[in-house]
Each structure stands twice: as structure tokens, then as C-alpha cells.
């Protein structure tokens, strides 16, 4: 039977891999310990595996090169270092914050100050670098690697702000629709995704009326303010979203009295403006309006009506809760999680007395403690 030979070294073994950083060692020649060793007559014919083997071998010879044949045997033995070690490309230009260099320390004998003690424990030292919690530190992380998300994390979720920014959101979207076809692309994503986070700019926004047309549907009282608008969005920066709106609540209560209810009514029909309402209401709210919900939204009333509804709840004892139902009746009661026997215990106060007894006799209070199901077998050891 054929026999596998002494493999190579590791790094000799590893050299054969094609890395991106560093060229090709030579491949090794053999793989058994003969080459010419003809097969035991006490053998049948080879097997399935001798076979294999013998393939192998054929392929690692023919992908050597007759350059190869000229190497010296330094050559075919690359050190562990050449193997392992890699460096980094030093030439990339990125804000990411990488280790790009090692820093080689003296060892206690090359160290030549007269008052230097090696430490003997651990005890005490400081640790100095390390790559244990490298990518876990911020300043590590460039800002193109933030997450800068379309619109706030957290929802506007306050009624008259979010009454303000609605109609923003329909006055800019009207705006948008009506410059996007003659403008340039890039004007109009620049105007989706304009924020104007500034008090001055809401308020200019915020102040133009919106009427129903002759048809019915919505639109804006005065044609200026349509250059007005469009200048104001194709002029800002994409900045980014700011954490709370630029207008407190007090704020946006006396601004929604100014205002009457007419424009909540007046129709809603072209889906190029229900498109641009929905990215602006996410840039501005947070709010993400569903596809299937815009077929839906015929009035701006139905658009603040789907903004404005309160989140599902989500256990039942939060609709009880919110709902009041049920809650009168003396035998049904509702709790916020799963009822345990130590809950039932303790309604009808007999925990502290079973508490206290448990602990006199050195007894797990909840759990099973130091009495698992292996306490024989600790036992049988003299474990405690």
C-alpha cells in the first residue's frame, strides 16, 4: 500500500497560496515519500483513494514552472513570517482609522536605565494597546461611516408641530411638482432632501396659503410664492436632520389658530404630489407613509389623520388599558406579563413567610441554587 510521506513545514505549505500582498511561492514538488515505488504484488488493483492521491500529485507537478527547477532550497522554505505577516497599504486614502504600524518593544535585557525593575505579576501594570475593543471605539470611525439616516431617528409625534410640518410638507411638494419637470435632476433631489432647520424658514413656509382651485384640489393662494419656495429649496444644502424641530409646541398652537380648516378639505389627487408629500413628511416627521396608504389619502385632512394616529398597541393589555374596557367588571383582571406562582403568592401574602422559611433551611429562595440535577455527583466527589 502506498504510504503519505513527512509533510513540509507549515510555511512551506502555506507558501503555496496566492495572497494579493506578497507573489506566489514555488508549488512542492511531491507530496509522497516515492515517486517510483511500484505497487505490492499482495495488492490488487489501486483504490478509489490511491487514485485520487495520484491526481493530486499529477496537478501540484504540472503547475510547477521550469522556473522553479532554478531556485535555491532557501527559497522554497519562506519563513513563518513572510507567511503571517501583512502589511497594510499604506497609499489608500480613507477616513477609517486602522493600525497601520507595530510598535516593537525593548525587551528587560536591552533596557539600559539603571532604575527599571521588571515586574514579576501582572498586578498593578497598566495595559497599553491592544486590539481587543479597537473597532468598538467611535473616534476610530470616520463620519462618511455614520449612519446618516433620510429623516430623524425619533418621530415628531406632537399634534399642532406635526400639524406645521404637514402643511410644509404640502406647500414644498406642490412647489416641487411644479418646477421638477423643467429643472435639472439634481435640483430636485437637492430640494427632497432640503431640511431649512432654521425657526425663519419655517415660518416663511408656513405662512403661505393654501386654497382649493377651481377644480377642487389643492394648491397656493398667490403665484409668487411658488418662485419664492423654489428658490428657498434649491438654494439649501442637504444638511443633516436635525434631533428636534426648530418649533416648540407653544409655538406651533398660535400658529394653527392663524389658520382655518379649508385647506385640510380640498382635494388631493395627483400621486406625483402624494410621492413628494410622503418624502418630504419622512424627511421632516420621521413619518414613513406607506405605498398602499397613498391610494387612501384623497384630502390633507386624511394625510394629518394617518400621521397623527397613535401607534398600535402592542399586547392587549395595552388596548384594555387604553380602551377602559372590561375594567369595571369584579372577576377580570388584566396584567402587562405572564402571572407566576411567586406573584400568586404574594397577592394573598403568604411569600415572606415561605421566603423566610426557605432560607432557615439553606434552600434556593427562586431557581434551583447550588441543587442542580448533578448534586450526586458532586457529592460522590466530595464537592459541597
Known amino acids: 500500500m502506498r504510504r503519505l510521506g513527512r509533510l513540509r513545514s507549515s510555511a512551506s505549505a502555506l507558501s503555496n497560496s496566492t495572497h494579493p500582498l506578497r507573489a506566489p511561492a514555488p508549488a512542492v514538488a511531491t507530496f509522497y515519500s516515492s515517486q517510483t515505488e511500484q505497487p505490492s504484488p499482495h495488492t490488487s488493483a489501486p483504490r478509489a483513494w490511491q487514485s485520487r ?3 493530486t500529485q499529477r496537478r501540484c507537478l504540472s503547475s510547477s514552472s521550469s522556473s522553479s527547477a532554478n531556485n535555491t532550497t532557501a527559497d522554497l522554505e519562506p519563513t513563518v513570517e513572510e507567511d503571517y505577516v501583512e502589511e497594510y497599504d499604506t497609499s489608500t486614502e480613507s477616513d477609517l482609522v486602522y493600525p497601520r504600524e507595530v510598535v516593537e518593544v525593548l525587551s528587560p535585557e536591552e533596557i539600559t536605565d539603571p532604575d527599571y525593575v521588571p515586574a514579576e505579576t501582572v498586578e498593578g501594570l497598566e495595559e497599553v494597546g491592544g486590539l481587543a475593543d479597537w473597532w468598538d471605539q467611535e473616534e ?7 449612519y446618516a439616516g433620510f429623516g430623524p431617528l425619533e418621530k415628531v409625534t406632537e ?30 433631489a437637492a430640494a427632497l432632501k432640503a431640511v431649512g432647520g432654521d425657526k425663519k424658514g419655517l415660518l416663511n413656509i408656513a405662512a403661505v396659503e393654501l386654497v382649493a382651485g377651481e377644480d377642487g384640489t389643492l394648491t397656493l393662494k398667490d403665484e409668487k410664492n411658488f418662485e419664492g419656495v423654489w428658490a428657498s429649496l434649491s438654494s439649501a444644502e442637504a444638511d443633516a436632520v436635525p434631533s428636534s424641530p426648530p418649533i416648540s409646541t407653544e409655538e406651533a398652537r398660535k400658529l394653527v389658530k392663524t389658520w382655518d380648516n379649508e385647506w385640510k378639505l380640498a382635494a388631493l389627487r395627483d400621486p406625483i404630489v402624494k410621492f413628494y408629500v410622503a418624502k418630504r413628511i ?31 398597541p402592542k399586547k392587549l393589555a395595552e388596548v384594555v388599558q387604553q380602551t377602559g374596557a372590561l375594567q369595571d367588571l369584579p372577576n377580570v383582571a388584566f396584567y402587562p406579563r405572564r402571572v407566576t406562582p411567586v406573584d400568586k403568592e404574594q397577592m394573598v401574602g403568604r411569600w415572606k413567610v415561605i421566603q423566610r422559611e426557605l432560607q432557615k433551611r439553606e434552600l434556593p429562595v427562586t431557581g434551583t441554587g447550588k441543587h442542580s440535577k448533578t448534586v450526586e455527583w458532586k457529592w460522590a466527589h466530595g464537592e459541597h
Open 53 to 55: 492521491f495520484q491526481t
Open 140 to 146: 476610530h470611525w470616520g463620519p462618511s461611516k455614520q
Open 159 to 188: 399634534p399642532t408641530v406635526l400639524e406645521v410640518l404637514t402643511r410644509r410638507a404640502l406647500v414644498e411638494a406642490l412647489v416641487i411638482k411644479r418646477f421638477a419637470e423643467t429643472a435639472e435632476k439634481e435640483a430636485t
Open 282 to 312: 419622512q424627511r421632516l416627521t420621521g413619518h414613513v407613509v406607506p405605498d398602499a396608504k397613498l391610494l387612501d389619502i384623497n384630502t390633507p385632512g386624511t394625510l394629518y389623520a394617518l400621521l397623527n394616529k397613535p401607534p398600535k
